[in-house]
């Protein structure tokens, strides 16, 4: 009687849970920042710069701050009851949290005035994706400049998320940590620096479980004066996990051609597979920005125009993809690699560029910036140069989101940023693109826009909302029909947005 009694409460505890009302949740009430251009896509905007959320453990609350970017998102597990099972079992919750870069530095121009990189998380509804509540993991007090792409990953079963300063000391900038990197558990908000992974300007970090463990990382070096400057892909590999967070274990790596006649973007063609593998690099080797570029540069390693984002094949890590934004002279419009690593020896791995923007291909891309793929297809999101942006009131040179489908090798341009008439179309730029099918559903992909040129009221040092001005931006889910499906991580609600290890 006591058992069954026991069973009946639990019973009615679980319908009291089942039916309570769920939190009201806030949604901007800012037009969307991004507009569809394909049948089917859907823009669904969540957050805007200068939108506040009372539910924050911050006495304030959170005010969204500007220049989103680099974004990552886990679902909230809970433990349920199924019903056709006997036993609880472990189901998405009803809720997911983002996790988002903002680009702030202290030198970089429409920031809040003495606010460095910050970390936002929110916890949205799966439902209608209202932001329930929000917190800053990284509050901008934290000396690091400009976080960029990021990359959240299922390691052992929780979540960590990589990101890096896209910034190193260039006189009169100085940011202390010269082009760092960190890795962060957002469950607890607990971090720690990876400069072993090298001192540069960090586009994105994406860990990789190889035979051994491989963080790779892509070198956003904008630099043109007074010397053209070099971007060169790095790695730092170790047996371990935490070893290699730690630095306790591991090398430091950059890549470079096996066939020394193949230097640089220009001695390649699309299409060409070129052999290559990865070179140490000594820790006194980086010791700063300027050591490790002489020596990647001594090593011969294989020099790039200015790396962008890097991805991986989902189910398949040793497959990745990164973009090469361009850089004159030598490029100008920008390309996409395929990069494979060997599973035996990730130390050797193989260059494919699928995309080219420039002669003799002039494939339809305009300075590719941050991707992400699914088994499916690889989503491209522009940056584009002042020659691609149109002019004032112009209906070409716009920021496009672009989808490249890996069975045909069709490009096509499901997106476009949503620049307003008085600014050049190419003005505004989307970013930090993810795949969101693990948290929001099939076919959904989670993105913001960088709305520069544009200033909204966000929280300057003390994160008192309204307290300074920066630049706009808004995060948004975007629905691209046909983007997703037709592999294991359709079922798969356990893991993160992007790579699932």
Known sequence: MKKALAIGAALTAISAVLAAPAAAGFKTAKP??????????????????????????????????????????????????????????????????????????????????????R????????????????????????????????????????????????????????PLHDGSSIVMDPRTGMWRDTVHFG??????????????????????????????????????????????????????????????????????????????????ITQIENTNSQTIKIAAQAKGAFKFDRLEDITELPGQQWITYFSDTGKPPKTLAGRVFRFVFDKRDPTRASLQMILNGDPPNNDDIRNPDNLDASQKVLVIQEDR??????????????????????????????????????????????????????????DWWILDVQAHNTTAPQPGPTLQPNSSVGEDGQLLAIKIPGSQGGGRDDHDHGGDHKHDH
């Open 32 to 117: 969307p920042y991004l507009v569809p251009t394909a049948p089917g896509v859907v823009v669904d905007p969540i957050l805007s710069a200068g939108d506040v959320i009372t539910n924050s453990p911050h006495p304030f609350g959170y005010q969204m701050s500007g220049i989103p970017d680099g974004t990552g998102s886990y679902a909230n597990m809970h433990w349920g009851w199924t019903w056709g099972h006997d036993d609880w079992n472990h189901v998405p919750g009803k809720t997911f949290n983002v996790v988002m870069n903002h680009e702030l530095g202290r030198n970089f121009p429409n920031t809040p005035a003495g606010v460095d990189a």
């Open 119 to 174: 970390i936002s998380q929110l916890t949205v509804n799966r439902s209608d994706l209202s932001v329930e509540f929000a917190e800053y993991l990284f509050k901008g007090n934290e000396f690091y400049e400009r976080f960029c792409s990021a990359t959240l990953a299922m390691i052992f079963g929780r979540p960590m998320y990589f990101t890096g300063e896209e910034a190193i000391v260039m006189p009169p900038q100085t």
């Open 199 to 280: 001192h540069l300007q960090h586009e994105n970090v994406l860990p990789l479980r190889l035979k051994k463990w491989v963080f790779a990382t892509t070198d956003d070096d904008f630099r043109v004066t007074p010397a053209r400057t070099d971007s060169y892909l790095y790695a730092y590999m170790s047996d371990t996990f935490l070893g290699g967070i730690t630095g306790r274990e591991g090398s430091l790596y950059v890549w470079k051609a096996d066939n020394p006649a193949k230097i640089d973007n220009t001695t390649i063609v699309k299409g060409e597979v070129v052999p290559g593998h990865f070179v140490p």
């Open 385 to 442: 140069e002042a020659v691609f942006r149109g002019d004032v009131g112009g209906t070409t040179g716009f920021n496009r989101v672009l989808v490249y489908d890996f069975r045909t090798g069709r490009l096509t341009s499901v997106a476009r940023v949503a620049t307003p008439a008085t600014l050049r179309p190419g003005t505004w730029e989307s970013s930090g693109v993810d795949d969101a099918h693990h948290t929001i559903g099939k």
